[in-house]
């Protein structure tokens, strides 16, 4: 099985992994992030925003020649969701919340500002909904532990679990 696990920068994705790691034994956690980075399958820099600008189809290629014959795999990126993978999990988180985090990794204003709206707007569950369809879930993580949330992961990816399909959590009328 290939998961993904995407979200707006902030939603708890790298932290969440590092307890999915305890719990999901038999599979192997890729940062895509870091992998990106490492593996230079990055176009640019786009200095302003301190973002690299990623070719997705090209990462797709490389992503399936190195892990697509590993039988678990999960990638955790905010990019994620662009892989041809067997269900997307997004991670949401309110606004303000998200806010506080950036804020805590020194994020410039701007990048913050963008960041912010993406989630308010669900900007990542959309982009995931165009491309997976029935494939994707969402978790509110907004009040909840890395370990509770990874234990919620685990449910989905192992038992299917039911209540976490798209369309529960709505930031826009509190936000806007």
């Known amino acids: 099985m290939k998961v993904s696990i995407t979200g707006t920068p902030g939603t708890g994705k790298t932290t969440v992994t590092i307890d999915l790691k305890k719990i999901l034994k038999d599979f192997k956690i890729i940062h895509l992030n870091d ?5 230079n399958i990055y176009d640019d820099i ?3 925003t301190d973002s690299y600008l990623v070719d997705v189809n090209k990462l797709n290629r490389i992503i399936k020649k190195i892990f697509y014959s590993e039988d678990n795999v999960v990638f955790e990126s905010h990019l994620s969701h662009y ?6 999990i997004v991670l949401r988180a309110h606004p303000k919340i998200v806010e506080e985090r950036l804020k805590q990794r020194w994020y410039d204003s701007k990048k913050i500002q963008e960041n912010v709206e993406a989630e308010a707007l669900d900007v990542i569950l959309i982009e995931s909904l165009d491309l997976h369809g029935k494939k994707v879930r969402e978790i509110d993580t907004t009040n909840l532990k890395s370990e509770k949330v990874a234990k919620k992961i685990k449910r989905i990816i192992l038992d299917d679990e039911k209540g976490y399909e798209p369309g529960k959590i709505d930031w826009s009328e509190e936000f806007f």
Do not use: A, Q, S, T
């Open 83 to 88: 892989l041809d993978v067997d269900i997307v």
């Open 35 to 39: 992998f990106i980075k490492m593996e």
């Open 46 to 48: 786009d200095e302003k």
